[in-house]
């Protein structure tokens, strides 16, 4: 595997689609930034929470990766102290579950971009 990949793997993890704009793919990448801001910035208002590393209970393990996925975003909520959810929204489940799904698509759009540095996509 070759380093220079690796490094549009990183890219795209830290800000969605910045692998995909590295790599000449403007579109994909500029559709991949906006879906993926989006479903943060909807689950942000929706009361959502973005889980820190807690070893209480596995699931929320999980829910942390997922929430890691979001790469800048996640640390920008850290240091901003946004992200901490709201019970009382009736729609925090949502959007807890938008910000696992940004998350989640975030590596999967990370690894599409490995995929084109290594030749095995156009």
């Known amino acids: 595997m070759k380093a220079k990949s690796l ?3 990183v890219m795209g993890w830290i800000i969605p689609g910045l692998g ?3 790599l000449k ?3 994909r990448g500029i559709i991949f930034f906006l879906c993926i801001g989006l479903m943060s910035a909807l689950g ?3 009361g959502g929470k973005i889980y820190s590393f807690q070893t209480k209970n596995p ?3 999980l829910a942390f990766f997922s929430d890691l996925g979001n790469g800048a975003f996640y ?5 901003l102290s946004f992200g901490l959810g709201n019970l009382k929204k009736a729609t925090f489940e949502f959007g807890t579950a938008y910000l696992a799904g940004a998350g989640l698509l975030n590596y ?3 690894l599409d ?3 084109i540095a290594l030749g095995k996509k156009k």
Do not use: E
């Not at 640390?75 to 240091?79: A, N, Q």
């Open 7 to 9: 490094i549009f793997l």
């Open 20 to 22: 995909h704009l590295s």
């Open 25 to 27: 793919k403007y579109w």
């Open 44 to 46: 942000i208002v929706m």
């Open 59 to 61: 699931l929320t393990i």
């Open 75 to 79: 640390f920008l909520s850290k240091c």
């Open 108 to 110: 999967l759009v990370a």
């Open 113 to 115: 971009a490995l995929d």
